[in-house]
């Protein structure tokens, strides 16, 4: 086995040779690119150089160790604070609120006496308010102080409640609007709500008010909100107006005598001819109106009418072409929900109309 092992040794060695010989001139002709990596990868494996002597060689290399390195993030500056905002904006604030809210749209503009049932209205209320006169004159800087702003939106409240009475739809809508300014107002700062309170507006109120262990009535029949300015106009001592208290007393009186007697005739009308005992029989056993009932219950909001009690939904469906009621709730149904906010201020449509929809 020796003699046969180095007889393929010698056979095979010149081979070898010229192997390495060509291995070693191709290293000497490689490219540039491939020599250069070699250095890169020969400085990467290399060790670390001693530090520099000196400290500006060592803030050098900080320096360039910094600039290899990610960018540091620039420190933001911190936010400014918020300005505090003074007492006539934060009144407005709640202004605008109301401006912006559905049952605003009765409210928004200057009363106008050509409308049906309004012709003695400048001779009951001679001081008119409403809510864009409000934004004029706080965009006119004829407010100096929140009293003054807080005073006009009660204002506007009281005339309704004068003229209207605490019965109809506009008062009822005024009373929301009242109990949404007064839970804005009860949220301000302690000083602004001593500016902006009851007592500082109508200090008659405050001190005619019983004490709290009396009980308080609310204003609606569910219960609830309790308006101690609806309490206070309904009472007979507040006036919007410069009249003579008698003056005052008897308008009051002539149109409540044609209300009263408006409404007695009505419902002599309806006992005679709509609710005769038979029809009365009829609608004891039909089950579909408590069904209608819970239905607008749960839609009036957001169909933006006021709640109808049993009692005007059997009148409403006895006389759908006469029934303002209807119209006003089938209008509301047919326009688009974006009209719904303004239903109150324009006419509903006729029976003809809504009926062929």
Request: glycine residues 4%.
């Amino acid at each position: 086995f020796q003699s046969l092992y180095v007889k393929t040794f010698c056979s095979l060695k010149p081979v070898l040779v010229m192997k390495i010989v060509k291995m070693e001139e191709d290293e000497e002709t490689t490219s540039p690119k491939k020599q250069r990596r070699k250095r890169k990868l020969r400085k990467d494996f290399s060790p670390e150089p001693s530090p520099p002597d000196s400290e500006e060689g060592s803030e050098e290399g900080e320096e360039k160790k910094r600039r290899r390195g990610r960018r540091k993030k620039k420190k933001e500056s911190p936010p400014e604070p918020e300005k505090e905002l003074t007492d006539l904006q934060q009144i407005y604030k709640i202004v605008e609120h109301l401006v912006a809210s559905s049952g605003a749209a009765a409210f928004l503009e200057r009363p106008d006496d050509s409308m049906f049932g309004m012709s003695d209205y400048y001779e009951i209320v001679t001081k008119p308010m409403w809510l864009k006169e409000v934004e004029r004159k706080y965009e006119a800087e004829e407010y100096t102080t929140a009293t003054e702003v807080a005073a006009d939106v009660r204002l506007m409240l009281e005339n309704c409640y004068h003229y209207w009475g605490p019965c109809d739809t506009l008062s009822k809508r005024a009373l929301k609007l009242e109990q949404v300014f007064e839970n804005r107002i009860a949220a301000l700062p302690e000083n602004v709500q001593k500016l902006c309170s009851l007592e500082a507006t109508h200090g008659d109120i405050v001190k005619e008010e019983p004490d709290d262990s009396s009980p308080k009535k609310s204003n609606s029949k569910k219960g609830g909100y309790v308006s101690k300015l609806l309490n206070w106009v309904m009472s007979g001592k507040g006036r919007s107006d410069d009249k003579p208290a008698s003056t005052q007393e008897t308008l009051n009186k002539a149109r409540r005598a044609e209300r009263e007697a408006a409404e007695k005739q009505l419902a002599q009308w309806e006992n005679d001819n709509l609710l005769t005992p038979i029809v009365k029989d009829q609608i004891a056993s039909m089950w579909e109106f408590p069904v209608i009932g819970q239905f607008l219950h749960l839609v009036y909001n957001v169909l933006n009418i006021d709640p109808i009690s049993h009692l005007e939904l059997e009148r409403m469906l006895l006389m759908p072409q006469a029934s303002n009621t209807l119209a006003t709730l089938i209008t509301s149904m047919l326009i688009p929900p974006l009209f719904r906010a303004k239903l109150e201020v324009g006419p509903a449509m006729p029976y003809s109309i809504w009926t062929e929809r």
